[in-house]
């Protein structure tokens, strides 16, 4: 995506379904940065979760090491 270099990128889980034992998506603050914004693993359903970087980058690193069925993730990426 190419995002306006003045606004802030946001990413909304819209909905989330992984396995705790094995499954995470880490979301950082920008491309190349540590700084880890929000990490999920498990069940969250439908719930709405909101993660806004500082800057119009983000990273998001998707781990899935189990093998059992599960629905996974959908996201919007937003800039404002």
Do not use: P
């Not at 306006?4 to 990128?9: L, P, T």
């Not at 999920?40 to 990273?59: D, E």
């Amino acid at each position: 995506m190419d995002l306006d270099k003045s606004k802030n990128v946001t990413v909304e889980i819209i909905f989330f379904e992984s396995n705790s034992c094995c499954d995470t998506l880490t979301i950082y603050d920008g491309l190349f940065g540590a700084k880890v914004l929000k990490t999920l693993t498990g069940y969250y359903g439908f719930t709405s979760i909101n993660v806004t970087a500082s800057s119009n980058a983000i990273r998001m690193e998707w781990s899935a090491k189990s093998g059992a069925h599960v629905r996974g993730w959908h996201a919007r990426v937003t800039s404002a």
